[in-house]
C-alpha cells in the first residue's frame, strides 16, 4: 500500500547528526547545537529542471537553503546532492514552526522567480528529510516543490537492517516497483511520484544484492542498482529520481541511510 509523503508535514531544517560546534553552529546562526529537543533533517536537490527560472542565462538547479531567514549552506546543494552530504548525517536546528526556502544560486544575485520552495513547517523533536522536487504531478499543499518525509523508525534487530523505496521520478508519472533479487520479490511495489513504501526488514549477509527498478506489471528492468550490501541495524532509503522529458536527467537509483 502506498504512503502518501506529503501527509507527514513536519519539517523545517537542514542535516547533521555528527555534527561538531566549529562545523556549523558557529558559521549559520540559524541553527542550534544538537539536543534532545531539536528537529534533525536531510536535505535532498531531486528537481530536475534544467532551468528553473525563465531568466536568461538560468543557473541551477543548485540551491542554496535558508532556514528563518538564515542562509544554512556554505555551497550550493547540485541536483542529485545531499546536505549533510556525509552518510547518516543529519543537520539540526531548534523544533517548532520554522521557515524554509530554497532559493536558486545565481552568480550575481538572485531574481524573480528564483525562489522554488518557501513554506512554514512545524517541525518536531525527531528525524525528517526534506526533498526538493518537480511541482507536477500531485503539487504539496504547502509549498509546490518541497516533500517533507518522516524518518522515525524503529530500530532493525541485530544482524537485520531495514530499506524502502522512494520514487522521486517526474513526468511520466510510472508506477514503479524495486525489486530485490536475493529476496525474489518486491521491496516497493507500485509506487507513484512523490510516494514511498513501508520499510521491509532483510537480514544482513555477506553477498550483495542487485536492485531493479521496474514498472509494475512487468519484469523488465529499467535501472539497477548493483552490489548494494545492508549493514546490521542500519535503515536505508532507495531513491530514485529523473526525468525521461528533460535532457541530462537520466533515470538514477542511489541510496542515503535513515538512520
Request: with cysteine.
Amino acid at each position: 500500500m502506498t504512503k502518501r509523503i506529503f501527509s507527514i508535514l513536519t519539517v523545517g531544517s537542514l542535516l547533521l547528526f555528527a555534527c561538531n560546534k566549529n562545523d556549523l553552529n558557529e558559521q549559520h546562526q540559524g541553527w542550534q547545537f544538537h539536543n534532545t529537543a531539536d528537529a534533525q533533517v536531510k536535505f535532498i536537490n531531486a528537481y530536475t529542471a534544467l532551468t528553473p527560472s525563465a531568466a536568461t542565462p538560468a543557473s541551477g538547479p543548485a540551491v542554496d537553503l535558508f532556514v528563518n531567514g538564515v542562509k544554512v549552506t556554505a555551497t550550493p546543494v547540485a541536483y542529485g546532492s545531499l546536505y549533510p552530504a556525509l552518510g547518516g548525517a543529519f543537520a539540526a536546528c531548534a523544533s517548532g514552526l520554522v521557515n524554509i526556502k530554497a532559493i536558486v544560486n545565481r552568480t550575481g544575485g538572485n531574481i524573480a522567480g528564483d525562489t522554488l520552495a518557501n513554506g512554514n513547517y512545524q517541525l518536531g523533536p525527531t528525524t525528517h528529510s526534506i526533498i526538493l522536487v518537480d511541482p507536477n504531478p500531485n503539487p504539496t499543499p504547502l509549498s509546490p516543490n518541497l516533500l517533507v518525509v518522516g524518518e522515525s523508525v524503529s530500530m532493525p534487530a541485530y544482524g537485520k537492517y531495514k530499506i524502502r523505496f522512494m520514487n522521486m521520478i517526474a513526468g511520466p508519472a510510472d508506477t514503479l516497483n524495486l525489486y530485490s533479487r536475493r529476496l525474489g520479490g518486491n521491496i516497493g511495489t507500485s509506487i507513484v511520484y512523490k510516494n514511498l513504501s513501508p520499510w521491509v526488514e532483510m537480514p544482513v549477509t555477506s553477498l550483495s544484492d542487485t536492485l531493479e527498478l521496474r514498472k509494475a506489471g512487468t519484469t523488465t528492468s529499467i535501472i539497477n542498482m548493483n552490489s548494494f550490501v545492508g549493514a546490521t541495524s542500519r535503515s536505508y532509503t532507495i531513491l530514485a529520481r529523473g526525468n525521461t522529458s528533460v535532457s541530462g536527467r537520466t533515470r538514477t537509483l542511489t541510496s542515503y541511510i535513515s538512520q
